[in-house]
């Protein structure tokens, strides 16, 4: 499969991609809906926004919001009052809508890419994301489009954004995973990725995932550029900050291991131990790296900024 190179065949590879990972999405990434990942966003979100946050939003619109990881969480914190979703993917919005149902949650959703969004001007007071920007083809048609939507002194936050340095340095766990992966995966009794074949259905998902992963991210940022991006969107009070160091080294490490077998002969100890192991050293990262150490080096990048008035 060649990679795509128009906006609108990013678009579709996205599209598919994230409608076949939809299913298996949340164990795959240890997203949690209770207290771990409430805890989890809003402490992305007071990075950015300090106390901001405690004083919250009444309506929230989230862009490629996938299963509802940061809607549905910032829901049941209370920091937003209304919140509306939306993805390119139908399958992720049926599998938040699922997650929604299954919290008792009221959450209003909608199939839209974040260049053409279905919403009057001045909708919302905030528009989040997660992981979102770097799919994107036109940046800037996204960001006037936020613009467009939000109330006049509203604010954007979007967090888990790839550095390009950070990403660079990611490189380098990853290779060594794979280097010891047929040792690692006898240790685990595991057979290797594809052992099952096409005929069977999990796995036939799980190779057509890992298939298109490997096209979806089409930016990697350095802090100033993903600042001026915001500002030449006519943004103001603009705040750029990185997190997860050693936490992305010790994640993309156990990720790399766990795409080389069968996602089910993967023990649920190792999977313990690889969710318990990352949030351990998420805590070292902000306690002693972050805000000591440039934004660029680590992995993830946070942006906040305000729409002038008000």
Not at 86 to 97: K, W
Not at 232 to 244: C, I, L, M, S
Request: proline fraction near 5%.
């Amino acid at each position: 499969m060649e990679a795509p190179s128009t906006a609108e065949d990013i678009r579709d590879v996205n599209t598919k991609y994230h409608d076949v990972a939809a299913d298996t999405y949340d164990a795959k990434w240890g997203i949690d809906f209770g207290e771990i990942g409430q805890h989890q966003v809003l402490l992305k979100l007071r990075k950015v926004l300090g106390s901001q946050v405690e004083d919250g939003f009444e309506r929230s619109l989230e862009i490629g919001s996938g299963t509802g990881y940061f809607s549905l969480n910032l829901l049941q914190a209370g920091v937003i009052e209304q919140a509306t979703c939306t993805d390119i993917s139908p399958g992720m919005i049926e599998t938040l809508r699922g997650n929604a149902e299954r919290l008792g949650l009221d959450v209003e959703t909608a199939v839209a890419g974040a260049d053409a969004l279905p919403f009057e001007d001045g909708s919302f007071d905030l528009v989040l994301g997660h992981a979102v920007l770097h799919h994107l083809p036109d940046l800037a048609r996204a960001f006037a489009e936020f613009d467009r939507v939000l109330r006049p002194g509203g604010m954007i936050v979007f967090a888990g954004e790839p550095s390009r340095y950070g990403d660079r340095l990611a490189q380098i766990p990853k290779r060594g995973a794979t280097a010891v992966a047929p040792a690692w995966r006898w240790l685990m009794r595991a057979r290797p990725a594809g052992a099952l074949g096409n005929g069977h259905g999990g796995a036939q998902g799980h190779h057509e995932d890992h298939k298109l992963e490997q096209f979806v991210d089409i930016h990697a940022f350095a802090p100033g550029d993903l600042a001026d991006v915001a500002r030449a969107a006519g943004f103001t009070d603009v705040n750029v900050r990185g997190e997860e160091l050693t936490a992305n080294w010790f994640g993309w490490t156990n990720r790399a291991l766990e795409a080389t077998a069968e996602p089910e002969d993967v023990p649920w100890g190792w999977r313990q131990y690889a969710y318990r192991g990352y949030l351990a050293f998420q805590k070292v990262d902000e306690a002693l790296l972050e805000g000591r150490l440039p934004a660029a080096i680590f992995y993830n990048l946070l942006l906040a900024a305000r729409k002038p008035g008000a």
